[in-house]
């Protein structure tokens, strides 16, 4: 392995991790219906268990309300089971042919909760992208012992840095972005 792939190997797992953080916030809800909320809820689709998104078409009419409408009508008791059975808070009612879910509007402290949640799924991606780092920079001097010049091992060292730098800052971004449509009323 060369020093340029040990860096293009470090890039490529911190952008896995920027990817990994950008998920984990969609799923912190902000107070408004967003289909990405229900990602986590598998329904028992004749014997396997199916993503809902797989078997309903999920849609937000207003900011407050999701709208779950099956392919197959007979599939509306088991993803109503689902969805409670999910501990997710939501009360899905339905009228026959779609579900509804109204989104409560959220407490004060529950906001304040929600972007202590964002910040821990932040701080995880942190780490992660530092131990990326350490373990790109512990290869750039393996590489240095089996002959890698000394100054090229630095200026290997400097770019893994300046990767690291960037990928910091982009997880800034999203937690400030989040946070701050979290604590919008």
């Known amino acids: 392995m060369t020093d340029k792939e040990v860096i293009d190997s470090a890039k490529a797992q911190m952008e896995k991790a920027i990817d990994h953080l950008e998920a984990e916030l969609v799923k912190i809800r902000a107070g408004r219906a967003n289909p990405g909320m229900l990602d986590s809820i598998y329904v028992d689709y004749y014997g396997s268990s199916t993503p809902l998104s797989q078997i309903a078409n999920i849609s937000t009419p207003d900011a407050r309300t999701l709208a779950i409408q099956p392919w197959e009508k007979n599939m509306i008791t088991p993803i109503e089971k689902a969805i409670s059975n999910a501990n997710l808070g939501y009360n899905p009612t339905n009228d026959g042919a779609t579900i509804r879910i109204n989104i409560p509007m959220?407490?004060?402290?529950?906001?304040?909760?929600?972007?202590?949640?964002?910040?821990?799924?932040?701080e995880h991606a942190r780490v992660t992208v530092r131990n990326i780092r350490r373990d790109a920079n512990e290869a750039i001097k393996k590489l240095q012992k089996d002959g890698l010049p000394e100054d090229q091992a630095k200026s290997s060292e400097t770019k893994?840095?300046?990767?690291?730098?960037?990928?910091?800052?982009?997880?800034?971004?999203?937690l400030e972005a989040k946070e701050k449509e979290i604590m919008t009323v």
Do not use: P
């Open 160 to 174: 893994v840095q300046g990767i690291t730098d960037d990928n910091i800052a982009k997880v800034e971004k999203h």
């Open 106 to 122: 959220l407490t004060e402290e529950r906001r304040k909760g929600l972007v202590k949640q964002a910040k821990e799924e932040a």
